[in-house]
């Protein structure tokens, strides 16, 4: 296994235009995370699934994004009616345990004009 | 989960010198992890603490933790100019994600 995936790795849209993104976690990984991440800030979390199930989402995340995991395998994060404020880079990270160590995918990195 | 304070915001070192940041936190802790990340690029797991070791080391990386300072340090010691990066504790309590905070800035000139 090489890893977390994430596609596409940049995305440029228009305000007010619909993106997805997918995430690939290390197959034996059961949890996975979404975090957004803007210039000189560390990663916010977003929001977690534990196999298909989605356990948290953080107050940030507005009625605007949604997320899936639809067999307990890859993710996506969509959002909808994109907004300048929505630049930013989406961190995906997959773990065994929530406790333990979380292993990070390139990122995609959206930029909305 | 809470969030670490990392000090120094920002380091700036030449080749060859010892980087010491620290992590600070507010209430008990399972574990503390330190991550590395370069610029544009998705974090890098480097160590993982548990609440009742007071040391470790991985390579040229040594990390320790006070529990009664709720504190954390990491050294990197004989640094290369590819350490520049910015670096994350993040202190993990309950069985709640992780929570990052803005991290130290390290720059080593060569």
């Known amino acids: 296994d090489t890893g977390v995936s994430q596609d596409p790795r940049h995305k440029i849209t228009k305000r007010g235009q619909n993106v997805t993104f997918r995430c690939d976690p290390i197959s034996e990984h059961n949890r996975l995370y979404w975090y957004r991440q803007t210039l000189g800030q560390g990663p916010e979390f977003l929001t977690y699934?534990?196999?298909?199930?989605?356990?948290?989402k953080s107050r940030l995340l507005s009625d605007r994004f949604s997320a899936e995991r639809p067999k307990g395998s890859f993710s996506t994060l969509e959002i909808q009616r994109t907004e300048q404020g929505d630049s930013a880079m989406y961190l995906c990270?997959?773990?065994?345990?929530?406790?333990?160590?979380?292993?990070f995918g390139p990122g995609t990195r959206l930029l909305v004009l | 989960s809470q969030q670490g304070e990392e000090d120094p915001q920002a380091l700036s070192i030449q080749e060859g010198e010892n980087a010491t940041m620290n992590c600070s936190y507010k209430?008990?802790?399972?574990?503390l992890q330190w991550y590395r990340q370069n610029s544009g690029r998705g974090l890098v797991h480097l160590i993982l603490?548990?609440?009742?070791?007071r040391e470790k080391h991985s390579g040229r990386l040594r990390v320790t933790l006070d529990t009664s300072k709720k504190s954390s340090s990491l050294l990197i010691t004989a640094s290369r100019a590819a350490d520049t990066a910015s670096y994350f504790c993040a202190p993990v309590s309950g069985n709640t994600p992780l929570v990052f905070g803005k991290g130290t800035r390290l720059s080593v000139i060569a």
């Open positions: 699934f534990q196999n298909e199930a989605q356990l948290e």
């Open positions: 209430t008990s802790i399972n574990n």
């Open positions: 603490i548990r609440s009742n070791e």
């Open positions: 990270a997959s773990s065994l345990l929530v406790q333990e160590t979380q292993y």
